[in-house]
């Protein structure tokens, strides 16, 4: 049996002013013209004996030996459900804040009816946000619940700034606290970020 010729520029039948790479068992991409002097191009890599070359992942990949690539949440979620998951998680920490300040006292939002409310519905949105990496429709349920946040936080906002009371024939109002404030721009922002992702999804 024949040996085929060693490794080497060979002429391209193809064509006639070029040479091409002949690898020692199949030709290569690899060509140069006719008569230049050029170093051989280098060598594939070759595993040593038993070695595993690693294999690229992707969706593709799926279905492949009978089971799927690994899945981490930070690889389904958006970039709008990843700032929707940190807007829930702020919501959450404004109902731990002053809610309502009157003179030198205050009230946090856990403390009162609508500041639970928004804690219960901001947990909720992060958990449905978070679920979605799942089942992705599952972040609309998550933007339903931010939603009532922001509304209870604006609702209890316009109350305050409209509760007034006399003391001492001065008119006293209470003032929104600093939680209040903080549940209400992280409720709309978590709100935007779902719309964002309904709309990213419609294209």
């Known amino acids: 049996m024949a040996q085929p010729p060693p490794p080497g520029w060979y002429p391209d039948y193809g064509d006639p002013q070029l040479e091409r790479w002949w690898g020692g068992t199949a030709w290569t991409a690899e060509t140069r013209p006719a008569g230049s002097v050029s170093p051989p191009p280098p060598p594939p890599h070759v595993g040593a004996p038993n070695e595993v070359l690693p294999q690229p992942v992707g969706p593709q990949d799926e279905g492949r030996h009978g089971q799927a690539a690994p899945r981490t949440l930070g690889s389904f979620l958006s970039r709008p459900l990843w700032v929707a998951l940190i807007a829930a998680a702020l919501t959450v920490f404004g109902t731990l804040l002053p809610w309502v300040s009157v003179l ?100």
């Not at 519905?121 to 946040?149: D, E, K, M, T």
């Not at 604006?154 to 006399?166: E, K, P, T």
């Not at 600093?178 to 419609?202: I, Y």
């Open 104 to 203: 030198v006292f205050s009230v946090d939002g856990i403390q009162t009816g609508d500041g639970k409310v928004v804690l219960v519905g901001a947990l909720l949105a992060g958990a449905f946000v978070a679920a979605s990496s799942r089942r992705p429709r599952l972040y609309l349920v998550g933007g339903g619940f931010g939603l009532i946040c922001l509304a209870t936080s604006l609702y209890d906002l316009i109350r305050v700034f409209g509760d007034r009371s006399d003391f001492f024939d001065e008119s006293i109002g209470a003032s929104p606290g600093a939680g209040l404030w903080v549940a209400l721009l992280s409720s709309a922002v978590l709100v935007g970020a779902v719309v964002k992702q309904w709309q990213a999804g419609r294209v």
